[in-house]
Each structure stands twice: as structure tokens, then as C-alpha cells.
């Protein structure tokens, strides 16, 4: 039943594979991106009883057993939670406390541990929602093995009874190649003492002979093969001392004089006998030997090949993401020089209404100058107008320059018309006091001194006028 409902749980995924899931997308790769399921609770780290299992190449200790888990709240958020980590959860460059859920939108960045000195963030992601069918190559192994092995049911062990209990009349263990075919199994290679003791040992008649082990007809190499070469060696030296110890045997027995002695002429063949096999033993030793030497040379190469290829691929990789760096930051700098272009001419043009409305204030700032001077100055003290009056005339003057005029004569300076009364007009005053704060700096100081100076002088007179009227 177990096995049904996950048959009929991946077939539902491949139906929806148009839709959208979120993953947490490994940054600079496209690979070992990890896929966040729908009402599940993920678990990373570098222990085995996780969802992902993450582990780093430089610093092993980098993610902790249980490291953090994302979880998906009922209102359909995510959030990650670090579960109490060595090196902590960093979400978009700050760090999240530990045991608390904090929320996750889509493009924040995801990293898990610290830098290292003089290198980025190892395991640094980007939670993004992408349409299943365009990420699932890219997508890290992890969950769904996880979730079969889990529906594996254990089988139980069956106890023998003590009839079924025998002794074990089995043959020694074979030495197998990683082939399954049981045609390539051999047994164990002796060690090189206790080949030498076998060797050693003494054999009659033409029975003597020295273990070899053959090689595999397949051409497949493991570890104790490629050991075994300095075993052959020694065997090859032995075989060539027993061949010169024949070799003597046989010297002395034929330069012995010649009797009708069959026992020694049986010696003598069974002698020649064993030189002939030592011979053919050795040469099949050497031929094992060049064999192994040629198989070990060839290995060598391979793996040299092989490691050329991987860098060859690592380095075209790394020329490729290169380009893309270099593509996406002329896109980027061509960007900026456009929005600097931008407001280089957003500037100009407030550069060139600025100096307009400047030349459009200092046209109105002489106008004003030029109707101050011609139609508001009085005619006495040719200044503005300092708390002007009008005459019965209609003339206007400054209150202090017309009581100095009256002194001398009592008639209009302009019209010569007897002065019969004088006003103040208040009007006239503000008009020139709110045209003046439009002047420069200069003509304002150049007014207020004599503003206070006739204060000052209006203030002299009224203390002479009450000394003379003051009573001896």
C-alpha cells in the first residue's frame, strides 16, 4: 500500500510540472538547489537524519549536525529557524536569533555559516519560485530518497535452530575484483613471509612448485593488484635462486664419475625436470610482472588524463561565469553611464532656469532701484522717503527734511505754495519698506543709519525744547 501512494505521489508531480514551487537557488550554480515541499518541515545540515545534507569541502565544521529548518506557517509563509548553529543563519546580511522563526519573501538571500578568510560564502541561496519543469535538473538529491527509504520495510531475522546449526565446511575467502562475475575471484595474495615460508618449504619430486596468482582477464585494477608487484619481484628472485641451486645440483651431479648407478641418474632427470619448471614458472612470473608494471603505467595515465579533464572542465567553467560576471557589469556600467547622462542634462538645464530666474531677479531688482529713485526719493535729501507726509500741495517729503525746510521758509519746495498742512502717509512707508527688503545689503544699512540718526536728532531737539521751557 506504501508503495502506491508513492507511485501515485510522484505521478501526481509529474503532472503538475508546469507548476510554480519554491526552492532556495544556490548562488553562482546550477546545481544543489534545494526544493522547499508544501507542508513539510525541511531540516539542513551535515548530519544524516536530514533533509539536506550539506557539506563543505574547506571547513568541515562549517555546517553543524542540525544547522536550521524551514517551515511553512498555515497562513502559506516559510520561515527558517536556526537550530541553535555554530556559525549561525544570516538572512540578507544580518544574523537571525537563535530558535525563532523569522519569515522569508521571495529574493531574500539565505546563507548558512561564515566566510572564510580570503573566500565568499560557501552555501549562500536565494529563495526564488520558479516553474518545476525549468529547475529540476537543478534541483540537489536528498528528499525524495529519503521519503522511499523511509517505506522500506525491514525484514526480520530468522533465528536457526541448533539442527540447522553445522559446522562451517566452507572454502577460504576469495579476493574478487569489483566485477560481479564470480569467474574473476581469486584467492587472497599471501603476504611476502609467508609466501617466502611456502617457498621455503622443502617439496620432492616434481611437485615442487612456487603459488602465483593470476591476473584478471578483465584488465580491472583495485589497491592489492597494484601491491602485490613487489610480491611478484621477490618471487621472481627466489625462483632464479632455486634454478641456480638446481642448476649446481645437476653441475655436481654430472661432473661426478660416470657409474651405472640408476639412483643417481634418476636424481638427475627428476633435477632437470625441476630446472625446466622452475624456468617456465619464472617466465611467466616476469611476463606477470611487465604485465603489471604496463597496467599500473597505464593507470597512472588515466588518472592523469582524468584529472587534466577536470581541471580543463573547472577552468572553462570558471572562464564562462567569468564572461557572464563581465557581461552583467558592462550591462550594469552602461546602465549608470546612461543615468549619469541623465542627470547631467537634468542638471544643465536646472543650471541654465536658475541663471534665467537670477538675470529675471536682477532685472526686477533695477526696475524697483529705478522707481525708488525717480519716484519715491524726496527732493531735500535725496533719499527714500523716511516717514513721508504730504502737503496740502500733494507734494510728498520726509517728515524730518520738510520741519527743517519750514524753519527757513513756509512754502512748497517744488510748487512755492504756502504750507498750510502736512500728513503722514502711512501707505507710502510700507510701500517703500517692503520694496527695500528686495535691495542689496547695502542700500538696507545705508537707510537704517539714517533712520537712527534722525531718531537720535529728533531726540536732541525734544531735550533742548523742555531745557528752554524748563523754569529757572
Given at each position: ?353 536658475k541663471e534665467k530666474a537670477r538675470a529675471q531677479k536682477e532685472e526686477v531688482v533695477t526696475q524697483v532701484t529705478e522707481v525708488l529713485e525717480n519716484e519715491l526719493q524726496c527732493i531735500i535729501c535725496s533719499e527714500l522717503f523716511i516717514e513721508a507726509v504730504i502737503l496740502n500741495c500733494a507734494h510728498s517729503f520726509c517728515c524730518h527734511c520738510i520741519k527743517q525746510w519750514r524753519k527757513k521758509k513756509d512754502e512748497c519746495p517744488i510748487c512755492r505754495q504756502a504750507i498750510q498742512s502736512q500728513t503722514r502717509c502711512l501707505a507710502l512707508d510700507n510701500c517703500i519698506n517692503s520694496m527695500v527688503e528686495n535691495l542689496s545689503l547695502d542700500m538696507k544699512a545705508r537707510r537704517q543709519t539714517l533712520i537712527t540718526e534722525r531718531k537720535v536728532n529728533r531726540c536732541g531737539v525734544r531735550e533742548e525744547g523742555e531745557a528752554v521751557g524748563r523754569p529757572e
Amino acid at each position: 500500500m506504501e508503495a502506491v501512494t508513492t507511485d501515485s505521489s510522484a505521478a501526481e508531480e509529474d503532472e503538475c510540472s508546469d507548476s510554480e514551487v519554491l526552492c532556495l537557488m544556490r548562488v553562482g550554480r546550477n546545481s544543489d538547489w534545494l526544493r522547499l515541499f508544501d507542508n513539510t518541515e525541511i531540516t539542513i545540515g551535515r548530519g544524516v537524519d536530514v533533509t539536506y545534507q550539506l557539506l563543505s569541502p574547506t571547513c568541515p565544521l562549517m555546517i553543524s549536525r542540525l544547522h536550521c529548518t524551514f517551515k511553512q506557517r498555515e497562513d502559506g509563509h516559510w520561515t527558517v529557524t536556526d537550530k541553535k548553529s555554530l556559525n549561525g543563519v544570516w538572512v540578507n546580511g544580518n544574523r537571525i536569533p537563535v530558535e525563532e522563526a523569522h519569515q522569508l519573501r521571495l529574493g531574500d538571500s539565505i546563507q548558512l555559516g561564515v566566510p572564510v578568510i580570503g573566500n565568499k560564502v560557501e552555501f549562500d541561496y536565494i529563495l526564488v519560485q520558479r516553474p518545476l519543469r525549468d529547475i529540476r535538473l537543478n534541483l540537489a538529491k536528498g528528499h525524495r530518497e529519503g521519503a522511499k527509504a523511509a517505506h522500506v520495510p525491514k525484514k526480520p531475522k530468522r533465528k536457526l535452530n541448533a539442527e540447522e546449526v553445522e559446522p562451517s565446511t566452507s572454502k577460504p575467502k576469495l579476493y574478487r575484483c569489483s566485477s560481479a562475475d564470480k569467474s574473476f575471484a581469486q584467492p587472497c595474495p599471501l603476504s611476502p613471509v609467508k609466501h617466502q615460508q611456502r617457498l621455503s618449504q622443502p617439496e620432492t619430486g616434481p611437485s615442487r612448485q612456487v603459488q602465483e596468482v593470476d591476473w584478471p582477464s578483465d584488465g580491472c585494477s583495485t589497491p592489492c593488484d597494484l601491491d602485490n608487484l613487489q610480491m611478484y619481484s621477490q618471487n621472481i628472485l627466489m625462483l632464479r635462486e632455486q634454478v641456480d641451486d638446481t642448476e649446481r645440483q645437476v653441475a655436481s651431479l654430472g661432473g661426478e664419475p660416470q657409474r651405472t648407478d640408476p639412483l643417481k641418474e634418476e636424481q638427475v632427470k627428476e633435477l632437470q625436470g625441476q630446472l625446466e619448471t622452475l624456468r617456465a614458472k619464472m617466465h611467466r612470473m616476469e611476463t606477470l610482472e611487465r604485465s603489471f608494471s604496463e597496467t599500473k603505467r597505464q593507470l597512472e595515465a588515466q588518472k592523469t588524463q582524468q584529472q587534466e579533464e577536470l581541471l580543463k572542465k573547472q577552468l572553462e567553467e570558471a572562464l564562462q561565469e567569468q564572461k557572464k560576471v563581465i557581461g552583467e557589469l558592462a550591462l550594469s556600467r552602461q546602465g549608470f553611464e546612461e543615468i549619469l547622462l541623465a542627470k547631467n542634462k537634468e542638471l544643465e538645464v536646472t543650471k541654465k532656469e536658475k541663471e534665467k530666474a537670477r538675470a529675471q531677479k536682477e532685472e526686477v531688482v533695477t526696475q524697483v532701484t529705478e522707481v525708488l529713485e525717480n519716484e519715491l526719493q524726496c527732493i531735500i535729501c535725496s533719499e527714500l522717503f523716511i516717514e513721508a507726509v504730504i502737503l496740502n500741495c500733494a507734494h510728498s517729503f520726509c517728515c524730518h527734511c520738510i520741519k527743517q525746510w519750514r524753519k527757513k521758509k513756509d512754502e512748497c519746495p517744488i510748487c512755492r505754495q504756502a504750507i498750510q498742512s502736512q500728513t503722514r502717509c502711512l501707505a507710502l512707508d510700507n510701500c517703500i519698506n517692503s520694496m527695500v527688503e528686495n535691495l542689496s545689503l547695502d542700500m538696507k544699512a545705508r537707510r537704517q543709519t539714517l533712520i537712527t540718526e534722525r531718531k537720535v536728532n529728533r531726540c536732541g531737539v525734544r531735550e533742548e525744547g523742555e531745557a528752554v521751557g524748563r523754569p529757572e
